[in-house]
């Protein structure tokens, strides 16, 4: 498969678990995680879903996986892993005693995953940098597809949920991009921050409320 071609030099142990099988509530977390995946299979239109690195570091990483590995094929939908992040995986893996483990038991999973259809690895123009690529990739994306990215990194997601607003007026954009992220507790909840802006307008004593289309770009722009 396309995992091994490329990182072979990963030496995977059997018997890893994927999930904290010890967690009383694990039964419970699931459940909610394969629901709001549910949600999200049928609510968006022909949807592309992408995992960054971050989540799949995140304690709570490969639980999302197994909810996907249950939620997806009766969706016949697939997850979307670059190459940059199983570079990345394998990179943490090396330098960081502490995440060698989970590095090798999320690039293990990836690879079943592949195996049994319910992930895709695929190429970016930047192997070795997750979030360039990603970027450039959903260029294309969102014309045709609602994009999903589950990432922790808040300022990349600023990123991606900018980007429809910032190709608008170049390309036809059709699409939207929503973010999610994995909380403390297990829980996959939505990135909203640059949909809504808040701010307190002191000559008024009151709040206005700022949607994304009325700031599109300075967060896109900060960053690139």
């Known amino acids: 498969m396309f995992r091994d071609k ?7 142990t059997a018997g890893h678990g994927f999930g904290k099988k010890n967690a009383p509530d694990l039964e419970d977390q699931q459940t909610k995680l394969t629901e709001v995946l549910r949600r999200l299979c049928t609510e968006e239109t022909n949807p592309r879903m992408y995992i960054d690195t971050c989540v799949l570091l995140h304690q709570y990483g490969s639980d999302l996986l197994d909810a996907i590995e249950k939620v997806f094929p009766a969706y016949h939908l697939e997850l979307f892993v670059p190459t940059s992040v199983l570079y990345e995986l394998e990179n ?7 995440q060698r483990e989970q590095s090798r038991e999320m690039l293990e999973k990836i690879t079943a995953l592949e195996q049994n259809g319910t992930v895709r690895i695929v190429l970016t123009n930047s192997p070795k940098f997750t979030d360039a690529g990603l970027l450039s990739r959903f260029v294309t994306e969102c014309q045709f597809h609602d994009v999903i990215l589950l990432t922790q990194d808040r300022e990349f997601a600023k990123k991606a949920q900018q980007l429809p607003s910032f190709l608008d007026g170049f390309v036809n954009v059709t699409h939207q991009i929503k973010t999610y992220k994995l909380t403390a507790q297990g829980s996959l909840i939505e990135n909203d921050e640059c949909h809504i802006i808040e701010r307190k307008v002191i000559s008024h004593g009151k709040h206005e409320i700022y949607s994304r289309e009325q700031h599109p770009y300075p967060c896109f722009y900060s960053h690139v």
């Open 6 to 12: 490329f990182f072979s030099s990963i030496i995977f």
């Open 92 to 98: 943490v893996g090396n330098k960081d005693v502490t």
